[in-house]
């Protein structure tokens, strides 16, 4: 259980609400951490800027993305 509480995604609005959507299509429900970020509208723009920027850079390739993500979702006692 995290230590600050999940926003009930029914709740968010604009930018934030079509993201938390958009993820619960694509994986079932909203990511967690997403959750947690959508206290903070601007963190959460943030945040999603950064991850948008890695997808598109292209630098780091999707293998490595996804094995990166795995590894710190373990780290840190996820079960992703």
Known sequence: MPRIPE????????YTAAILKAQAESWGRPL??????????????????????????GLLGVALVALITRRVASLNGCVF
Do not use: C, E
Not at 7 to 14: N, R, V, Y
């Open 7 to 14: 926003i009930d995604p029914d709740q968010a609005t604009g």
């Open 32 to 57: 967690n951490n997403h959750l947690i970020y959508a206290h903070r509208p601007h963190l959460f723009k943030a945040v999603r800027s950064m991850w948008t920027a890695l997808d598109k850079d």
